[in-house]
């Protein structure tokens, strides 16, 4: 059955865990790609780092380029839902939770790809 996670760390520790880690970190790079927002997240990098480096990512996107903040959710697939209840009033700490959100769909994308 699909684990849910219930924040980043759980996240990433699960997806080590189940031998997926470099799988997500594959996911990311392509969806940020097919967005036109390139990153290139090396497989060599740590948990911490990736969890950092994507909220930096968000947090400028969400700072200086709205739009394309809105286009990669729509790309990743991020629950519109769950974006609406965040509060925006700091934006470190939307950029944080955000990342989450998307973390936790390309999870769920590679979790299921691999599993069933």
Partial sequence: MYPIPTSTDHLLTEAEKENLYLKLIEQLNKDFNFANEPVDFPLSTSPNELKIQLHEKVYRLIQYKFAEYLNLLYIIDVSE?????????????????????????EWQKVWFRNKL
């Fill in 81 to 105: 839902e769950e974006v609406k209840k965040l509060n925006g009033d700091d934006i470190a700490e939307l950029a944080e939770k955000v990342a989450f959100l998307i973390l936790k769909r």
